[in-house]
């Protein structure tokens, strides 16, 4: 826990609290805190949180543009990275729902400068 912009709550920080630098392929995912409702859901049990790495996150944009022909957001497809995990697990009557939010053709530059054409 640690203060940013005025708000307390979870940060990513080091030793002395001064906060630490960022970087995910997503732009939208770039920031170094949770807002404060995140915060209150974790706090009581009402959600919880994964994390994807940009290697995860971009394997799950080819997944999903080579299987059902979405092209979907890079924030988005951290969500599926998780289910591509999440999944094997699960009973087969189990259901997994994943919102996909934004459109992934403005992140087409960033993709293929990651991992080029494929």
């Not at 859901?41 to 022909?69: P, V």
């Not at 934004?102 to 960033?110: A, I, M, P």
Request: charged fraction near 25%; proline fraction near 3%; include cysteine.
């Amino acid at each position: 826990v640690g203060v940013i912009h005025g708000t307390r709550t979870y940060v990513l920080q080091d030793e002395d609290g001064q906060i630490a630098e960022t970087h995910s392929v997503s732009a939208g995912l770039d920031y170094a805190a949770v807002g404060p409702e995140h915060a209150m859901l974790r706090d009581n049990e009402r959600a919880f949180y994964t994390s994807a790495t940009d290697e995860e996150a971009l394997s799950a944009f080819q997944m999903l543009c080579h299987t059902e022909g979405i092209i979907p957001a890079l924030e988005s497809s951290h969500a599926v990275a998780e289910v591509i995990k999440k999944a094997p697990t699960m009973r087969k009557d189990q259901v997994i729902l994943v919102n996909l939010s934004g459109r992934g053709d403005k992140d087409l530059n960033t993709v293929i400068k990651e991992i080029g054409n494929w």
